[in-house]
């Protein structure tokens, strides 16, 4: 991670525009913009806090060596509108190696996007000429996570298209959540009978061996002990052996502990357990912003997973919910039919891509959107894929069963 860059500022003049672009390329000037980045959050109307200034920084401290800075500032005069938070990074495709324009993010990242307050079209114009300006530096813009309804995915494939560039998209998650409204009875009344039935019944049984509570963690002082507790359980089930959890890589365990604290510092940290006879058995690591609660990640000890104590931390936690006034819960990541016996609404997330028209990129977009797509649809790959899948199920340790009956 190279601090030494200088910021450089590029004119795009246009002639229904005076828009220009600033590139931020170094690390000091991405940490001097927390003020402005978050009003600027506000002021676009993003509400989910995976785009706020400390989670950026936090990212980049965690997960930026290697990568290098791109973030673009569009300017109306001195006054910023619009953020373009990008990186330079290299992948391989298919074996292939690139460079990649792409967010600043990656698997731990559920949400993302530009952030865009007004002149929207102009600014976009804007982000997109300075990036053909800047084209030599890529192969691949590669935006991932973006919502459904951002309007960067219509721009950028408007924008590609009066360029000739190769285009794609593929949707990544449907990620559950719930709107929370009217009273906790109501809405649990509406669930599946055999869904309340379950919950009741494991509840029941859990108690049997203690009282059942749900903890909050609210200020810094037990916080590094609770998140130390919190990441034993996330990865005591099947996650350490498959070398998958937080404690198993050492960035992720720096990013979730690092994002802890600043978080809680600002009152958005929702770190709960759930506890048998103060025992802790479950965890919920989420984050609250806007008046809506986003579950980063759960955890729960396999000797009780007969018990279904993610769900049940998901019941008292939702009571809490409705009686609270929360406005949503959002389960993010993919559609598992755990979250989806709390409820039916989910939102999509896409991954974009523009292929510059270097060979190699041309390559993988022909791989990518036409030839692999092309052999899903024949029968002997279908066969093939679902065999691999299976081989790869049955080999893997299982994941809390009883969250899906």
Not at 3 to 26: F, Q, Y
Not at 64 to 72: R, S, Y
Not at 78 to 93: C, H, N, Y
Request: aromatic share 12%; net charge neutral; hydrophobic share 40%.
């Amino acid at each position: 991670m190279d601090c030494s860059e200088t910021v450089e500022l590029i004119d795009n003049p246009t002639a229904e525009s005076e828009l220009s672009i600033e590139i931020i390329s170094d690390s000091d000037s991405l940490i001097g913009m927390e003020s402005l980045w978050n009003r600027l959050l506000d002021e676009a109307g993003i509400d989910y806090p995976f785009l706020t200034h400390q989670w950026v920084r936090t990212w980049w401290e965690c997960f930026g060596a290697g990568k290098k800075l791109h973030v673009l500032l569009v300017k109306d005069g001195d006054e910023v509108i619009a953020i373009a938070p990008l990186m330079l990074t290299r992948r391989k495709f298919y074996g292939l190696p690139l460079r990649c324009l792409e967010f600043i993010a990656n698997v731990h990242t559920p949400r993302f996007d530009f952030i865009v307050t007004r002149r929207p079209a102009e600014a976009y114009r804007a982000i997109w000429a300075s990036l053909t300006e800047q084209r030599r530096l890529w192969d691949v813009l590669l935006l991932c996570q973006v919502p459904s309804d951002s309007r960067t995915r219509e721009e950028i494939a408007r924008l590609a298209a009066q360029e000739n560039l190769h285009y794609g998209q593929w949707c990544s998650a449907h990620s559950p959540y719930l709107t929370v409204q009217g009273t906790w009875e109501n809405y649990f009344k509406q669930l599946h009978s055999k869904h309340r039935a379950n919950v009741r019944r494991r509840l029941k049984r859990l108690s049997e061996l203690g009282e059942v509570e749900m903890e909050r963690i609210s200020s810094e002082q037990p916080l590094e002990s609770a998140l130390e507790e919190g990441f034993r359980i996330e990865g005591a089930a099947w996650k350490d052996r498959n070398g998958t959890s937080i404690h198993a890589q050492p960035e992720s365990r720096f990013f979730y502990t690092k994002l802890g604290q600043r978080f809680l510092r600002q009152g958005w940290l929702q770190l709960c357990f759930l506890t048998v006879g103060g025992r802790r058995v479950a965890f919920h690591y989420s984050l609250g912003y806007n008046n809506k609660v986003y579950l980063l990640k759960p955890g729960y000890d396999p000797e009780h997973a007969a018990c279904s104590p993610v769900n049940l931390l998901c019941f008292l936690f939702l009571q809490k919910a409705f009686d609270n006034g929360l406005g949503e819960f959002d389960f993010l990541g993919v559609d598992d039919e755990w979250k989806l016996q709390w409820t039916r609404m989910t939102r999509s997330h896409y991954w974009v891509y523009v292929f510059s028209r270097a060979p190699l990129a041309s390559l993988v977009h022909l791989a990518k959107f036409r030839l692999i797509p092309g052999l899903q649809q024949k029968r002997v790959y279908q066969v093939l894929r679902d065999r691999i899948v299976s081989l790869w199920r049955s080999a893997r340790p299982a994941k809390e069963t009883a969250l899906s009956e």
